[in-house]
């Protein structure tokens, strides 16, 4: 359990209207991740922050912004969202193991873009 | 550009025999190998892992192979029991990077 809350868990939304989704973890993890997963392309990182206000871009990040205010709280918003957007979205914290770092995922938010 | 590749979208094996789980990459750099596994509507758990400083890592019925030179990876689950149907995905990363990157997955039945 990597104390990970995400919400909401599922969602249905219109073509341009805004999203946002929340992911909340208790355990002061610095490195937090937003992923999507699709059909034939496995998980992609859309985002990710390394500390309050401390964030990067992933490899499809278009589309998407993130906000990280507080430790605790990673945000994912999708601006105006598309159809194309329709995915599966997880939120991830890094956990260092021995040799590497670990990655450990929420349980997922379903978004559906109509 | 796919750095991490899973070629087989599905595999399908009789209980109680070995699953075979095939990954490659591109990336020379990747020195950090994870596997996860994923069932529907939860998210992916993080399964087993192997450096680059070593060829196998195993864990109960999960071993890990790396084959460095051909820049391959695979997971062998012995013996494969109906639990373990599920999405597999192979990940990569660099030392004290951050990232990973993920193959597309491969799902595996496991047939009675």
Redesign the interface.
């Known amino acids: 359990d990597a104390g990970i809350t995400q919400s909401p868990r599922h969602k249905v939304t219109e073509t341009g209207t805004p999203v946002t989704l929340r992911c909340h973890q208790t355990e002061n993890h610095r490195?937090m991740?937003w992923?999507r997963q699709d059909p034939?392309?496995?998980?992609?990182?859309i985002h990710?922050s390394?500390g309050v206000k401390d964030t990067d871009k992933?490899e499809v990040s278009d589309g998407y912004s993130v906000s990280r205010s507080k430790t605790e709280d990673f945000l994912l918003t999708l601006e105006s969202a598309t159809s194309s957007q329709t995915s599966v979205y997880?939120c991830a914290i890094?956990l260092k193991?021995g040799?590497?770092?670990?990655?450990?995922?929420?349980?997922?938010s379903w978004l559906t873009v109509v | 550009d796919q750095q991490v590749k899973q070629n087989s979208p599905s595999l399908s094996v009789q209980e109680g025999r070995i699953s075979i789980l095939n990954c490659d990459y591109t990336n020379s750099m990747f020195d950090y190998f994870l596997w996860y596994k994923k069932y529907p509507a939860e998210g992916p758990t993080f399964l087993i892992s192997i450096s680059s400083i070593k060829d196998k890592n195993e864990d109960g019925r999960f071993t890990v192979f790396l084959n460095k030179s051909a820049k391959h990876l695979s997971l062998h689950i012995v013996p494969s029991q109906p639990g373990d149907s599920a999405v597999y995905f192979c990940a990569a990363s660099v030392q004290g990077a951050q990232k990973l990157v993920f193959g597309q997955g491969t799902r595996l039945t496991i047939n009675p």
Do not use: K, P, S
Not at chain 1, 40 to 45: A, E, F, I
Not at chain 1, 99 to 108: K, L, M
């Open positions: 490195y991740y992923y034939g392309h496995g998980l992609r990182l990710y390394y992933g997880f890094t193991g040799f590497g770092n670990t990655i450990y995922f929420g349980e997922g």
